[in-house]
Structure formats: structure tokens, C-alpha cells
């Protein structure tokens, strides 16, 4: 009876249909026209909206890289340690750029805006120098105080920083957690698969990002010429220029 009724409800052409592409993000359950037109739209759905979220991502980050510094590196000889990175909070431009025009993209947006801003923002307040040569010429420079000088360039990954905050299982946790509804269809999969790809992107930023441009000055207080001709830096400071980070 039930097989009767569906082919009374359907024409031929519409029960059997060929499969949506393997890369579309839904699959049909069955090849019934309705079940694939629906995958297919759904995907198409989604496919805009993961584009429109990560291009807010990838936007936002670009304004922290552009206008971040780096404050109070100590400075000892050729060595520079610890220092606090500041750099605008990524959670409002996300929001601001990120897709809104539904409720539910809107729900999704925030969710995501939220946890990468907040996982960021701990990871940015983790970042230290660890005690690397930025100065050579520190060591022994011969006048009473050196003059602002660059930092060696080095990628970002020679800092110390803590980003378990920013790990894929941590978004995840987050998102869903201030998404506050965890039987939402479709959620979970999307915060996973943005979760990993920040992710992925966020590890090779680290390697590809110079740290640079981070002016050094301090005292030599045992320059005496001509008895001590020159003398090491102690106790000076790095500050790093607006976009030191490139």
C-alpha cells in the first residue's frame, strides 16, 4: 500500500534522479528529486556561508597582524625576553563582517566570533620572549646608551605561547557552549569544520608571521672610555612598532 501511495505522489522522473557531487556538503538519502534538490540546496546554503565566515576570519586576523605590537621586551646585552603583546580584540571584527541575514546565520556568526575572538585573545596574552638574540650589537656598544635598533627578524613560532585555547576541540567546546543549544541540526558539523580549519591556518601562521621591527634602547652604564670603551646593554626595552607582526 505504501509503495502505491509513493508512486501515485511522484512521476517517474521525479523518483529516481542523478546524485548531487561528491563535494557538495550534503548527501540526498535517497536519489528521490526532492530528497537530491534539497542536499543540493542546503549545501549550496551552507558552502556560502562557511565562505562568508572565513573570509571574516581571515579579515579580522589581518587587521590584529596589521596593528599589533609587542611591549616591554627586557633587554640584557644581545638578549630579549619576555614583553606583552596588545592587538584589537578579533570577536567585534568578526561580527562586523561575518553573515547575518538570517537569525540562525546570525546565532552561527556570533558563536563563532565569540570563541576564535576569546581563544585568541588568551593566546595573545600567553606570548613572551623567550630569551633570544633580537640585538647582537648590545653586547658591546660603545656609547652610553644605544639608540633604538630592530630586533634579528624571526617567524612568530620562536616565541613561547600557550594556544590550547585556540586547539579545535576548544572551539568547538566554546562555540557550542555560547551557540546554548546543542540539538540544533547542522550546528556541531559546521563548528567542527571551522574549528579545524582555523586551526590548520592558525599553525601555519605562526611559522609564516615575522615578528619584526622591534625597536631595542637601554643604558651601558660600564661605558667609560677610554678605560671601557664599550659595554653591554642593561636593563633596556623593546617596543615593537604597529605591524610587527607580518
Given at each position: 500500500m505504501a509503495r502505491k501511495i509513493y508512486d501515485m505522489a511522484f512521476a517517474d522522473q521525479e523518483k529516481a534522479v542523478p546524485p548531487n557531487q561528491p563535494l557538495n556538503l550534503f548527501r540526498e538519502s535517497t536519489l528521490n528529486k526532492y530528497h537530491v534538490d534539497t542536499a543540493k540546496g542546503m549545501g549550496e546554503k551552507f558552502e556560502k556561508y562557511i565562505e562568508g565566515i572565513?573570509?571574516?576570519?581571515?579579515?579580522?586576523?589581518?587587521?590584529?597582524?596589521?596593528?599589533?605590537?609587542i611591549q616591554g621586551v627586557m633587554i640584557f646585552g644581545p638578549v630579549a625576553t619576555g614583553g606583552m603583546v596588545v592587538?584589537?580584540?578579533?570577536?567585534?571584527?568578526?561580527?562586523?563582517?561575518?553573515p547575518k541575514t538570517t537569525p540562525m546565520e546570525m546565532k552561527y556568526t556570533n558563536a563563532?566570533?565569540?570563541?576564535?575572538?576569546?581563544?585568541?585573545?588568551?593566546?595573545?596574552?600567553?606570548?613572551?620572549?623567550?630569551g633570544l638574540p633580537w640585538y647582537p650589537a648590545f653586547?658591546?656598544?660603545?656609547?652610553?646608551?644605544?639608540p633604538p635598533m630592530p630586533n634579528i627578524p624571526m617567524p612568530l613560532l620562536t616565541l613561547v605561547s600557550v594556544d590550547a585555547s585556540l586547539a579545535p576541540g576548544a572551539l568547538?567546546?566554546?562555540?557550542?557552549?555560547?551557540?546554548?543549544?546543542?540539538?540544533?541540526?547542522?550546528?556541531?558539523?559546521?563548528?567542527?569544520?571551522?574549528?579545524?580549519?582555523?586551526?590548520?591556518?592558525?599553525?601555519?601562521?605562526?611559522?609564516?608571521?615575522?615578528v619584526k621591527?622591534?625597536?631595542?634602547?637601554?643604558?651601558?652604564?660600564?661605558?667609560?672610555?677610554?678605560?671601557?670603551?664599550?659595554?653591554?646593554?642593561?636593563?633596556?626595552?623593546?617596543?615593537?612598532?604597529?605591524?610587527?607582526?607580518?
Open positions: 572565513c573570509g571574516a576570519i581571515w579579515s579580522a586576523v589581518n587587521i590584529w597582524t596589521s596593528t599589533a605590537t592587538g584589537p580584540p578579533l570577536t567585534p571584527l568578526i561580527l562586523g563582517q561575518g563563532i566570533a565569540t570563541a576564535i575572538g576569546n581563544g585568541w585573545l588568551t593566546w595573545q596574552s600567553s606570548i613572551k620572549v623567550p653586547a658591546a656598544f660603545p656609547a652610553p646608551v644605544a568547538k567546546g566554546m562555540m557550542m557552549g555560547t551557540f546554548g543549544d546543542p540539538t540544533a541540526l547542522h550546528a556541531a558539523d559546521l563548528f567542527d569544520a571551522v574549528s579545524k580549519a582555523f586551526n590548520t591556518v592558525f599553525t601555519m601562521y605562526k611559522t609564516t608571521t615575522i621591527n622591534v625597536l631595542g634602547t637601554g643604558p651601558i652604564p660600564t661605558f667609560a672610555p677610554p678605560v671601557v670603551p664599550v659595554g653591554p646593554v642593561v636593563g633596556g626595552v623593546g617596543t615593537g612598532l604597529p605591524g610587527c607582526f607580518t
